[in-house]
């Protein structure tokens, strides 16, 4: 009898190691979730069509939609060809919406004015985030830029007069003007700009299309093409651009994705 409960414990945990041991990542994904895993070196990966860059080791980097569906699918080629389909659930996460309605129209859309500004402005954020640099900084864990209530999540979302707008892309961190914000993670400085809405904003590549952007900055301590340590000082908290009051809006990137950075984050 207990050889053969042994031999049940043993067949059922091969099967859930399997899963685990070919990409390195838990059975169950979540919406906005970044996840690093690792196959055998050598190997070639996609998740649905898009194709995953390993590095030598075989270690890779993605980040999934906050409005992913139940289920994605990888698949895996081995260095000598042979395929190894993978699915992976996807838990979904739980969002606020705010329904505003009666809103004067000017208050949905920003004034003409400032329309030529703010395509500028999102054409810098975009091209930065689509740095594609084979740094790994993006392999340590995460630790916070700077400690406060969270005061925004990600995610949440208004419908103003009937039209959803775009969801909160990161989390906010409410901390009093000129509160130190460390970085997170080690990598290189991206974009440095003051834009319309975020105010003075930075951005940092972490290697494998993975990147944070820092929002509402008071002060910006480094320069664009720096290259930074994880817990170097990048800057202080403030209210610059768009604010109601000082807090650092902070977001994490996979490439064009937007991800839930409370997610990466320790509780403690
Ligand atoms: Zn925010």
Redesign the pocket.
């Known amino acids: 009898m207990r050889v053969l409960l042994f031999s049940i414990m043993l067949i059922f945990m091969g099967g859930v190691v399997q899963a685990k041991n070919l990409l390195g990542l838990p059975d169950e994904l979540t919406q906005g979730g970044f996840y690093v895993g690792k196959v055998a070196a050598d190997s070639k990966l996609w998740l649905g069509d898009q194709k995953l860059k390993l590095s030598p080791e075989g270690y890779f980097a993605f980040g999934l939609n906050w409005k992913q569906g139940g289920m994605v699918k990888f698949r895996l080629l081995d260095a000598k060809g042979a395929e190894y389909p993978q699915r992976l659930t996807v838990s979904k996460q739980k969002y606020d919406v705010q329904h505003i309605d009666g809103l004067p129209p000017k208050m949905v859309t920003p004034p003409r004015e400032v329309l030529n500004r703010i395509k500028a402005d999102s054409t810098r954020v975009k091209k930065a985030r689509t740095t594609d640099s084979d740094r790994q900084d993006f392999r340590r864990d995460f630790i916070w830029p700077v400690r406060g209530r969270i005061s ?1 999540k990600f995610g949440n979302h208004r419908i103003l007069n009937g039209t959803p707008k775009s969801p ?1 892309t ?1 989390m ?1 961190i409410a901390a009093p003007t000129g509160t130190p914000i460390m970085a997170p993670l080690g990598g290189e400085v991206t974009m440095v700009s003051d834009l319309y809405y975020t105010g003075n904003t930075l951005i940092i590549d972490h290697g494998f299309g993975v990147s944070t952007v820092f ?1 509402h900055m008071n002060t910006v301590t480094v320069r664009m093409g720096q290259h930074i340590r994880q817990g170097d000082k990048i800057g202080t908290v403030g209210a610059t651009g768009r604010a109601t009051g000082p807090h650092l ?1 902070w977001g994490l990137n996979w490439y064009k994705e937007r991800l839930n950075p409370e997610l990466v984050l320790g509780s403690d």
């Open positions: 925004g909160h990161g906010d929002a809006h």
